[in-house]
């Protein structure tokens, strides 16, 4: 008998399936995100631009709207013989008639003579102005200032002298626009814009979002083809790609068929070297056993013992050589099915029970070394059990955890377990030990149970050694599978 309670476990390395994750390390998300932060900057850019250029528009044109009711202000008064201002301004807006407006217009005297003052109705006080020290007048005796109107709203103020006759008379003209009112119009223009902006940003965003999505579509199908060729589906990557991804379909193309060249060659080799050495131990086992007695003895069981290392050094060298492999797939459930039916046969007084998910398992491995696997194992089970051996096969679901990350590692669990003695646990790390029998009345030759543990190291999976339910041992194998 040869068993052990629990193998150390292998370090998984197995390959996680392609995908176009979302996220910081994702060339999508980089695209869209970089693309999203130039699209908002531009957009910030022409708000500002559109902004300020509106409103030096709307300050111009208010600027020169109270310029022109100035000259026409001017043009509308006059003064008569005995020095009293005269005229009825119109200038053509209801703004100067409303009280309170903000929009007012008054002349006053500015020189010697000139008496009475004129201002518009909506004009309901006076209006303090700043003096000449403060705001002086230009060459042509015009100034322009702010200052606060009569409900507080802010006033942009034109304001000129002017001589009104050959006397040289001469009045202060002044006309005040509601600034308040141009502020106002130029927040409602930026609201508006930020808006209209806003929507045309959004819809922006999402158009070159979708587009590059779509123009990667390509690395998706490449993802897929990936998929189809670690399944064992293809041997190759298939269909068109774009001329910027075509070279890498080509190269991973040939790296696949290098891989096979190299599987190819290994076992080639192996076989060769199985082939080489059969013959030469085959005589020395016959020489051996021709020679009797002692020495004889001694050369047939050495020369034995030589071809069964051999043929374990062969197997897993030829499992090393293909574990890395893209395109073995085994169905798991028929091979199980399979074995079972023929231990059964071999073995009718032992009853043997089968569990079976309602879901296909395909192993990541060649047919030829499940079998091997389930084999010893079966075998190891029949042997020792007394009456019944229960087999059971199930998909478990685990994580990984690598670099930071965490990915979906596809799992499969056989369990097989007898009603037999077991193993005592003082004895289990001498159970595995290469032709190692805890038991010598029980034929075999103590490599079952350490060929199983080498296959499940080699393909990165666990074995484990409990104590069953039933009262024997618990053989568990955790190995990977393909979607």
């Known amino acids: 008998m040869s068993r052990r309670r629990k193998a150390e476990p292998h370090k998984q390395t197995a390959r996680t399936p392609l995908s176009l994750r979302f996220g910081p390390r994702s ?32 300050e111009r044109g208010f600027d020169s709207l109270l310029s022109a009711h100035l000259f026409n202000l001017i043009g509308s008064v006059g003064v008569s013989e005995g020095g009293s201002l005269t005229g009825a301004p119109d200038l053509g807006d209801l703004r100067f008639s409303e009280p309170n407006s903000g929009w007012y217009w008054s002349v006053e005297p500015a ?30 005796f015009q100034r322009s200032y702010t200052t606060e109107g009569i409900d507080g709203e802010e006033l942009e103020v034109f304001e000129s002298e002017f ?38 940003g959004v819809g922006m965003i999402a158009i070159n979002a979708i587009a590059i999505l779509l123009g990667l579509q390509p690395l998706r199908r490449v993802r897929d083809a990936l998929a189809m060729v670690r ?38 080799q192996v076989g060769n070297l199985a082939h080489s050495l059969k013959t030469p131990l085959a005589v020395l086992i016959n020489e051996g056993r021709a020679l009797g007695g002692a020495k004889g003895q001694l050369i047939a069981e050495q020369a034995a013992s030589m071809q069964k290392q051999i043929d374990h050094y062969l197997q897993r060298a030829r499992v090393a050589a293909q574990r890395d492999s ?7 459930t028929p091979l199980v099915q399979r074995m079972v039916r ?49 087999v059971s096969v199930a998909p478990i679901s685990a994580k990984k955890t690598g670099a930071g990350k965490e990915g979906a590692v596809n ?24 032709g190692r029998r805890l038991d010598e009345t029980k034929p075999g030759t103590g490599l079952g149970l350490a060929i199983v543990a080498d296959l499940v190291n080699e393909y990165g999976g666990v074995l484990a050694l409990e104590r069953s339910s039933m009262g024997g041992l618990k053989a568990v194998v955790r190995m990977r599978s393909l979607h």
Do not use: C
Not at 413 to 420: A, F, K, L, T
């Open 411 to 434: 799992l499969f669990e056989i369990s097989i377990e007898d009603d037999g003695p077991g193993i005592p646990e003082d004895k289990a790390r001498e159970a595995l030990k290469r």
């Open 111 to 140: 020189s010697e003579g000139v008496s009475g003052e004129l201002h518009s109705s909506s004009m309901t006080t006076a209006i303090l102005s700043p003096s000449v020290a403060e705001v002086p007048f230009n060459a042509s």
């Open 231 to 268: 399944e064992g589906t293809a041997q190759k990557l298939d269909g068109r790609f774009p001329a910027e991804i075509e070279p890498l379909a080509n190269e991973t193309n040939a790296l696949i068929e290098n891989n096979k060249r190299i599987v190819e060659r290994s076992r080639t």
């Open 326 to 332: 893209v395109v073995y797939r085994t169905p798991v």
């Open 342 to 390: 023929v231990l059964q046969k071999l073995n009718p007084q032992t009853a043997l029970s089968l569990s079976l998910p309602a879901v296909d398992i395909v192993f990541a491995g060649e047919r030829e070394d499940l079998e091997e696997l389930l084999g010893n194992l079966l075998d190891n089970a029949m042997k020792w059990a007394k009456s019944a051996v229960a």
């Open 27 to 58: 060339l999508a998300f980089r695209v869209i995100a970089f693309s999203t932060v130039w699209a908002i900057l531009t957009l910030i850019v022409i708000f500002t631009l559109i902004t300020t250029l509106y409103r030096q528009a709307s």
């Open 163 to 200: 001589v009104l006759d050959a006397k040289n008379r001469a009045a202060r003209f002044r006309v005040m626009g509601n600034r308040t009112e141009l502020e106002q119009e130029i927040s409602a223009f930026q609201r508006r814009l930020l808006t209209y902006l806003s929507l045309f």
